[in-house]
């Protein structure tokens, strides 16, 4: 199974990294930018091109990983081929590529990338969409060489996953740039909050969430929860503080 | 050095047994309920009570960690003695010993506790305060048993990394309760975030959270952010994701 990757951004470069690393022969890499696509090629040991004119016909697999708001734009300027054509992101249907390759799908693995950091894929949950059962079974194989945990799920449920994973990732990850400032601006290094940090993330392979929750929201103290308001000099990250300590309280005693 | 703890909760439960085992001798424990002492009192095989007035005379040090709406009613209701009174509360000054005890101090650990969870402490960032030097050297003798990172800090101070912790810790938790609430309304377990809540996580220890930001937000991708704040059928949810939102992309441009 020949593999072309058009996108060069963090998604794209560990996934082709890691399907090279299973055993799967990535054969080209598109990118809008010399750049890009040059500097994956290179990890990759393997063909590069700046011209969607120029991806080759002959591979097997297409793996569009670039931009939403870009990715219709891109796949309309792809000459067809006979190749299975799959996107990798979470809020995009899979009848985006309707009109445009007979074959195709969704490749969507929940979790965050960065170029330059490896990521432990075996436990990454993939779920996958085809339009046909014999291409749904290419990308389980596929899939299952880099990942344990594939599942097939519909465009519609698919957003919500994608939802989720922007409050489990993106916003806790805000909650913690938040807290490094805060820190920062008294003269303490963010790596005191590491231990909290972790020690939260670990606690809910234990426990639910909500059934973890420490902290002056969930206790309802009021005395805390107003001087701290007040220490927040700006004006969204007090109604922040004031959203998110309502909802906790809500998740105490009524539920989400 | 013998030490009495005033509180039985989660704080209480992990920093008696890790002062036990670290070769502290907890002499009594108080909680207002006799589940509450006679509960923490088994597992450290020592004394309890659920009166103030039957709290011994004679220990070192006393350790106040109730919550924080009630601790300066439980420090007036204590009979005066010569041991060092301190609390363990990020956003209360040192200054509620005031009048009721000579030798005080504060010994606030950063961490999120649960009582049946251990944590290794050895990393746990300790911020400590003392009313004289004589004092805060006690403090560090104490805190430097159970941790590897001790530090002063003024009340003042203090009142920020306790609102960096709460943004660090609780809040990034409700992230996560919100994101499992969302799976599972799919029909899908919360352990399927398990790998991003942990990559994420981890991922600050080697770059800034503002440099590790990913997804929808940090890229302005104005479709995807308008569909899924649409998914969300709750007006503080939505409320909450145009904020962070909001605040993820100020980041990126402008800086917190």
Same mark, same amino acid.
């Given at each position: ?116 950091? @490896? *990521?432990? %894929? ?5 779920? =996958?969409?085809?339009?046909?059962? &014999? /291409? #749904?079974?290419?990308? +389980? ?75 002056? @929201? *969930?206790? %309802? ?5 107003? =001087?701290?308001?007040?220490?927040? &000099? /700006? #004006?969204?990250?007090? +109604? ?17």
């Amino acid at each position: 199974m020949d593999i072309v990757f058009i996108g060069a951004g963090n998604l794209a470069t560990r996934l082709s990294l890691e399907m090279q690393r299973a055993g799967l022969k990535v054969q080209q890499v598109y990118s809008r930018t010399e750049e890009g696509a040059k500097g994956l090629a290179e990890k990759l040991d393997c063909d590069w091109t700046c011209s969607l004119d120029d991806v080759r016909e002959d591979a097997g697999l297409y793996i569009f990983a670039v931009k939403d708001a870009v990715l219709e734009g891109v796949i309309s300027q792809m000459k067809p081929n006979g190749g299975l054509w799959v996107h990798t992101a979470g809020s995009i249907p899979m009848s985006v590529f309707e009109g445009y390759a007979a074959r195709h799908g969704v490749f969507y693995p929940l979790q965050t990338f960065s170029k330059e950091k @490896a *990521v432990a %894929f075996c436990g990454v949950p993939v779920f =996958l969409e085809a339009s046909s059962e &014999e /291409d #749904g079974r290419i990308l +389980e194989c596929v899939a299952g060489a880099v990942s344990g945990t594939v599942r097939f799920l519909s465009s519609e449920k698919r957003r919500f996953v994608h939802l989720a994973g922007v409050f489990a990732g993106n916003f806790s990850n805000y909650m913690y740039a938040v807290a490094a400032k805060l820190l920062e601006d008294q003269g303490i290094g963010y790596e005191a909050l590491l231990p909290l940090i972790i020690e939260t993330a670990g606690k809910v392979a234990e426990m639910s969430p909500s059934a973890a929750q420490t902290g002056p @929201a *969930v206790r %309802f103290d009021e005395n805390v929860m107003a =001087l701290q308001e007040n220490l927040l &000099e /700006d #004006g969204d990250l007090r +109604e922040l503080y004031r959203l998110i300590s309502r909802g906790i309280y809500k998740d105490k005693t009524e539920g989400l």
